[in-house]
């Protein structure tokens, strides 16, 4: 069975533009969940999409948003990028929404 | 969200048992405990969990404090490839507004020696 993948795997952008992350979760899983991991805050969750309905948010701004396809694939999305936004971005899926999370190995962004 | 402490990092040799301490001090009667572990520039996996009673996996075992508020995570024989950091995590999945998130603290940094 495929493990959860993540595009791009790196990432570089500038202050003021957007991005787009891609996450396609285990076959058969429908939670999908997002984190941020940075040195100075460690990991924090962003929020949690299941059935194509977001379930949870973490305490960040608007201008970090996402969603989740009927096959129950997800897309986050950051916009008017900012320095502090640079950081390692975790998407994790599982069966259920209480399930074990199984994690891909991230997308890594610079911001510039 | 119910808090958990580890200390910061923790060392052992290679094939030498590794008791890995987490408190819980004020752990809900329906919260999880569950364990988790971040290589090297991967992202975290999940090792085991438990409520009240001792789990054993092919991976590790927890030991759970009879009160609840503490438990070990215990690798039997540590080898190179278990160099982590683990995150003790509590879970409740009777309260709806926290399925499908995890809270991570900063856990423990497992430094193996040859």
């Known amino acids: 069975k495929a493990g959860v993948t993540q595009t791009p795997r790196y990432l570089i952008k500038t202050r003021g533009q957007q991005v787009t992350l891609s996450c396609s979760p285990i076959?058969?899983?429908?939670?999908v969940s997002w984190y941020q991991q940075t040195p100075g805050q460690g990991l924090q969750f962003l929020f949690e999409y299941f059935s194509e309905t977001q379930r949870n948010k973490g305490n960040f701004p608007g201008r970090f948003s996402g969603r989740q396809f009927s096959n129950s694939r997800s897309e986050m999305n950051v916009s008017t990028l900012e320095l502090g936004d640079s950081a390692l971005y975790l998407c994790?899926?599982?069966f259920g929404r209480g399930a074990e999370q199984f994690f891909g190995p991230g997308t890594r962004l610079t911001v510039l | 969200d119910a808090k958990t402490t580890q200390p910061n990092s923790m060392e052992s040799n290679e094939e030498e048992p590794v008791h890995l301490p987490c408190n819980h001090s004020?752990?809900?009667?329906?919260?999880?405990i569950h364990w988790y572990r971040q290589l090297p520039s991967q992202g975290p996996e999940y090792v085991i969990h438990?409520?009240?009673s001792n789990v054993n996996n092919r991976m590790a075992s927890l030991a759970i404090a009879e009160d609840r508020k503490s438990s070990t995570l215990i690798l039997h024989r540590a080898t190179l490839r278990d160099a982590a950091v683990y995150y003790c995590i509590l879970r409740d999945n009777d309260r709806g507004s926290t399925l499908g998130r995890l809270y991570f603290g900063r856990g423990t940094q497992l430094t193996v020696w040859p």
């Open positions: 438990g409520l009240t």
């Open positions: 076959s058969g899983h429908r939670s």
């Open positions: 004020t752990i809900s009667g329906t919260d999880y």
């Open positions: 994790a899926s599982s």
